[in-house]
């Protein structure tokens, strides 16, 4: 048979703590054993099927031709579909659970041109439970997939336009303001916004911050107000909080050195709204004008 892909890019809520990922390469290495699987992060948040997809989004421009495994499958075992979609002429596949996880990657790589459901028993691994899909399922598909099974034959197909979208948060502008969202917090605690630097680019700099004044309401306290300057990288931040433009294009708000996330008690899903600073100096303002954003909802370090 001939071996069609040498690489499946893995993602997942697994951690490293258990086995889990550990028996799902070895799945792999004895059906493929030519196969390279790199992972791409096991530390989503267990369940967070919305960070998952913002993940594989950041991930996604960046994967080698192959197959694309993405497991955060908190409906494992019940009647929800485990499927492959068919991206950029063939040279991708992406594989998971259909519940929202996969639909912003296929997206991003073009939108997918074929769908199936995996529901052909001789392709999984015969299996004690239904707990485990990642190993029984979706790691024996890929894995024969990449020794050149074709597509169509590991299940029957079904309407791209079938599968689950995601949930990717869309900032909007009220009243002069951008009312923006923290969508991911990273390792290091900078926490990246689904804003660009384009969208507000009209503000100057520095802008006035507003974090937290939801929770801060509903907890008698009065919310972060903050004017930060827009920066470039984290050096440029100086001392206090600033907005970096990232790796991804987008706009995130960092410390230099330091853990913004912690110092404000802000995760992800909070609200942070932007407005022109009204005490920013008249004509020394400057507008930041990087790039126009490459992965929706999508920041990084």
Not at 19 to 37: L, M, Q, R, S, T
Not at 191 to 213: F, K, W, Y
Not at 238 to 265: E, K, N, P, T, W
Request: with cysteine; proline share 6%; hydrophobic share 45%.
């Amino acid at each position: 048979m001939n071996k069609k892909f040498d690489h499946i890019s893995f993602l997942s809520d697994y951690g490293t703590t258990d086995e889990f990922v550990g028996i799902v390469k070895c799945v792999v290495a004895d059906i493929a054993p030519h196969v390279n699987v790199i992972d791409i992060t096991h530390d989503i948040a267990p369940f967070d099927v919305r960070a998952g997809s913002l993940a594989l989004a950041r991930a996604i421009s960046y994967v080698p031709k192959g197959v694309i495994m993405a497991i955060v499958d908190p409906g494992v075992g019940t009647a929800r579909r485990a499927v492959a979609v068919s991206v950029s002429g063939g040279d991708g596949i992406l594989i998971g659970p259909d519940n929202g996880l996969l639909a912003t990657g296929v997206a991003l790589a073009g939108g997918g041109e074929a769908a199936f459901e995996l529901n052909k028993p001789e392709y999984h691994l015969a299996a004690p439970g239904t707990t485990f899909a990642g190993r029984d399922i979706f790691a024996s598909v890929a894995a024969h997939l990449c020794n050149g099974v074709p597509l169509s034959e590991v299940g029957t197909e079904i309407d791209v336009a079938s599968i689950l979208p995601g949930i990717v948060p869309v900032p909007r502008e009220e009243h002069g303001k951008m009312l923006a969202e923290v969508t991911w917090v990273d390792h290091f605690g900078n926490c990246q916004l689904n804003v660009g630097p384009d969208e507000i680019a009209h503000m100057g700099t520095p802008v006035r911050v507003t974090i937290g004044s939801l929770t801060a309401a509903t907890a008698g306290q009065q919310p972060v107000v903050r004017s930060v300057p827009i920066v470039r990288n984290f050096s440029e931040i100086g001392a206090g909080l600033g907005l970096v433009v990232d790796s991804f294009g987008m706009l995130a708000l960092c410390i230099d050195r330091g853990s913004a996330a912690q110092q404000l008690d802000l995760g992800t899903t909070e609200l942070v709204v932007i407005e022109p600073d009204p005490q920013a100096g008249q004509g020394i303002a400057t507008a930041v004008q990087i790039g126009s954003k490459q992965t929706p909802g999508s920041p990084g370090a």
